[in-house]
């Protein structure tokens, strides 16, 4: 089993930083590609930005330049670090990781962490 741990959501004004963890655990081979996703009220989760297992990442257009996803291999853990934040940011942040326990590699998901960008 593997089991992804997130950590770092909360509130913060307009304007503010957060930095969200991901940490993934359980018998693992290999932690390939990882990222971050949201979801609003009532609408599908929607990618914010991915990172393959060599750093080359991906970011959707409304958080470039803001938002920064890195990750520690050693660790199997990614972080999002949010600068910048805007209360349409506020959302229900979810990690996803492509995680190898044997022969293929399947997609897991933490349980999400919330974020909320408020005064």
């Known amino acids: 089993q593997v089991q992804l741990v997130e950590s770092g959501g909360g509130l913060v004004q307009p304007g503010g930083s957060l930095r969200l963890s991901c940490a993934a655990s359980?018998?693992?081979?290999?932690?390939?590609?990882m990222g971050w996703y949201r979801q609003f009220p009532g609408k599908e989760r929607e990618l914010v930005a991915t990172?393959?297992?060599?750093?080359?990442?991906v970011y959707a257009d409304s958080v470039k330049g803001r938002f920064t996803i890195s990750r520690d291999n050693a660790k199997n853990t990614a972080y999002l670090q949010m600068n910048s934040l805007k209360p349409e940011d506020t959302a229900v942040y979810y990690c996803?990781?492509?995680?190898?326990?044997?022969?293929?590699?399947?997609?897991?998901w933490g349980q999400g962490t919330q974020v909320t960008v408020s005064t």
């Open positions: 996803n990781a492509y995680v190898r326990i044997s022969i293929s590699s399947k997609p897991y």
């Open positions: 359980g018998s693992i081979v290999t932690v390939n590609s």
């Open positions: 990172i393959s297992r060599g750093s080359i990442t």
